[in-house]
């Protein structure tokens, strides 16, 4: 099993900065691409950012390409979602999630584990 548990969001006003991190514990020893998701109200969750093991390779929304980014820290189980020049429709909850696999994908349904996730609020 694999625990995955985010942390760092909040109430930030548009424009600001905010820095998410998911740490991983349990099984971690096997090498996996990482995710960023968001699912805000009566919306279906989406895809954000990707990351493979080796940080070699990540992958940006469309909505987020230049503002947000991605990194992780192997030898602390945990990755990161840098998040700049915030906008209210960024607003969500923000869920990190492990792939199956080393590939990296912007598929929900490419990921097995997923933390219980983080409110992020932008708003003045």
């Known amino acids: 099993q694999v625990q995955l548990i985010e942390s760092g969001g909040g109430l930030v006003q548009p424009g600001g900065s905010l820095r998410l991190s998911c740490a991983a514990s349990?099984?971690?020893?096997?090498?996996?691409?990482m995710g960023w998701f968001r699912q805000a109200p009566g919306k279906e969750r989406e895809f954000i950012a990707t990351?493979?093991?080796?940080?070699?390779?990540?992958y940006y929304a469309d909505s987020v390409k230049g503002r947000f980014t991605m990194s992780r820290d192997n030898a602390k189980n945990t990755v990161y979602l840098q998040m700049n020049s915030l906008k209210p429709e960024d607003t969500a909850v923000y869920y990190c999630?492990?792939?199956?696999?080393?590939?990296?994908?912007?598929?929900?349904?490419?990921?097995?584990?997923w933390g219980q996730g983080t409110q992020v609020t932008v708003s003045s």
């Open positions: 999630a492990r792939a199956k696999g080393i590939r990296s994908s912007w598929l929900v349904a490419e990921y097995d584990y």
């Open positions: 349990g099984r971690t020893s096997h090498r996996f691409a």
């Open positions: 990351i493979t093991w080796s940080s070699s390779t990540t």
